[in-house]
């Protein structure tokens, strides 16, 4: 997998069909029994995607219709947050959503777990505003 591969997702030149074994080839353990992420980073002259809550949808959307495994948050997050080739404005209502979510999905074992239930409500947040994390499943 490429860092560019969710943009290419994104622009629709991947399908998530394709998309799904990328991500899950990049998803290994390593020392620790510990998730790594072999993500090949690339050279890009092209200008960073700003992430919006749209894109985000699509992939609760995915990930809710089962295309997505929980845990392929997690592996977008990180990439995500560690490429350049992505990023949001935190200072804009719209990049607050993205932010909170991707480090929500960055640190579930600290924010929230990855469940469809949480998935619904990180949904209803980007389209909403309204955080309802902390209420039960």
């Avoid at 030149?13 to 353990?29: N, Y």
Wanted: a negative charge; charged letters at 25%.
């Amino acid at each position: 997998m490429t860092e560019m591969n969710l943009k290419e997702y994104w622009e629709g030149s991947l399908s998530i069909k394709e998309l799904v074994p990328l991500l899950r080839a990049c998803r290994v353990l390593g020392k620790d029994s510990k998730v790594e992420f072999k993500v090949q980073m690339v050279d890009s002259d092209a200008p960073p995607l700003e992430v919006t809550s749209k894109h985000l949808i699509t992939l609760c959307k995915a990930a809710l219709d089962g295309w997505l495994k929980p845990d392929d948050l997690n592996t977008i997050s990180f990439i995500l947050l560690f490429s350049e080739h992505y990023h949001w404005n935190g200072n804009s209502n719209d990049g607050e959503l993205v932010s909170t979510t991707v480090f929500d999905w960055d640190a579930p074992e600290v924010n929230f777990p990855l469940t469809n239930g949480n998935i619904k409500r990180w949904k209803s947040y980007l389209e909403t505003g309204e955080y309802n994390l902390f209420d039960n499943e």
